[in-house]
């Protein structure tokens, strides 16, 4: 009974609502007492609202706290925004064969692909022990998500979604279960201005390997995930590789409907699965050797939500990320103060994001509907040193941003 009560609360924290899709379809003929297929379509409708109160993120749909412009030419005026992008629609089917074995299959989708045109989400097969599609990164824990209104998350969180091969399965002692998964190589280079380690993206041949171990509790659940990776770049003309290898400890606490969860991760060569660092290529650097070495990055995240009456909740989220480059053979440093793009030689590079969030939440509509208002506070801070036309430079920028997110999630 137990079990069955913590797989419905964190459905309901993955997902927003327990309810069934309004719109379902159910075989007549039924095995084992159940319809030998059920298939619904729904949406979760967003509203995202957002009020930029002194700048830093303007041009950015969601608080991304590593996009904040921290050099060059800042923008300090207050901007008001309104989009549904981040609305989902998603089709799901249970199959149940003649031994009993379920087999299910879902589609999702948003339009979050920019200008809000579709984007693929998730589109996998499950049976048994087995998955295979594309659906929520092993490295990460599907099951957390702070239950806020912005739509990025803490700066260090890992919810990629990538094509994988995934096997799960429990040991003699069922509270205990693991996963083995390979996922999908991600070919990560979209350079910001901030910063562009000269290294030209190249396709990428090995999969990444996830192995997690995970522990059911009464009050929820702790787990552990590691993950080992071979990056492929190509510097001045030539391929070469390096590994990269990470940790991840999450969890979380249910005290009655209140939760708190958290999520710690450490690791070389994995801003890729970051998200507030996923994109920008720094998952390697040439170092003074002339030589590829794995970046070092940390991070973490805790959040806490309260329901102050059945329908009320509030939560509280604070994260923090940090990578660096140390003895960096060379790397343009985009709009500097300096000038608009230096090249820096035999220097070093560091950067810190924190984040916080404030919001109160109101359930209406038979709990089909939430509504919310929210408060985001984030700091982006760089550090760099290094020869700049044979002259040694050592400074430090940071920039603040704050904004008021603010609409509705209807579930149907």
Do not use: C
């Not at 419905?8 to 030998?36: C, E, H, M, V, W």
Request: charge should be negative; avoid cysteine.
């Amino acid at each position: 009974m137990r079990n069955i009560l913590l797989i419905a609360i964190l459905l309901f924290l993955q997902n927003g609502y327990t309810q069934d899709r309004i719109f379902t379809i159910t075989s007549k003929d039924s095995l084992f007492d159940q319809p030998k297929y059920k298939s619904s379509i729904g949406a979760n409708l967003k509203l995202n609202g957002y009020f930029d109160v002194f700048g830093g993120l303007n041009d950015s749909e969601t608080f991304n706290v590593g996009n904040i412009v921290v050099l060059g030419e800042q923008d300090d005026t207050s901007s008001l925004n309104f989009d549904l992008y981040q609305s989902q629609i998603k089709w799901e089917t249970v199959f149940l064969t003649n031994k009993g074995e379920q087999i299910i299959g879902v589609v999702e989708g948003d339009f979050w692909g920019g200008n809000g045109h579709f984007r693929l989400r998730k589109a996998y097969v499950q049976s048994g022990h087995w998955q295979i599609g594309q659906n929520w990164n092993a490295f990460g824990d599907e099951y957390l998500w702070p239950n806020i209104m912005e739509w990025e998350g803490p700066p260090s969180g890992i919810w990629l979604r990538s094509p994988h091969i995934k096997y799960s399965n429990t040991l003699r002692d069922h509270r205990w279960e693991y996963e083995i998964s390979f996922e999908a190589p991600i070919n990560d280079y979209n350079s910001f201005d901030d910063l562009e380690p000269q290294l030209e993206e190249v396709d990428q041949i090995t999969p990444d390997v996830v192995i997690a171990f995970k522990r059911k509790m009464d009050f929820g659940h702790l787990r552990l995930s590691g993950i080992l990776r071979n990056i492929r770049y190509s510097y001045e003309g030539e391929l070469d590789n390096f590994f990269g290898y990470g940790l991840s400890f999450t969890g979380i606490h249910f005290i009655e409907r209140n939760n708190f969860q958290f999520q710690l991760v450490a690791g070389k060569g994995i801003t890729a699965y970051m998200t507030t660092l996923g994109g920008n290529g720094y998952d390697g650097f040439p170092n003074i050797n002339n030589e590829l070495e794995a970046t070092p990055s940390i991070g973490g995240w805790g959040s806490y939500e309260h329901f102050i009456t059945p329908r009320l909740h509030t939560n509280v989220v604070f994260g923090f990320t940090r990578f660096f480059m140390n003895e960096v053979d060379r790397f343009i440093f985009g709009q500097s103060v300096v000038s608009n793009e230096e090249l820096v030689l035999n220097g070093d590079y560091d950067q810190l994001h924190y984040y916080g969030i404030f919001n109160f939440m109101y359930d209406v509509f038979d709990k089909r509907m939430t509504i919310g208002l929210e408060l985001n506070y984030g700091v982006k801070q760089i550090k760099y040193d290094g020869f700049i036309n044979q002259v040694f430079y050592d400074e430090q920028r940071s920039r603040d941003a704050m904004r008021i997110s603010f609409g509705f999630m209807f579930f149907f």
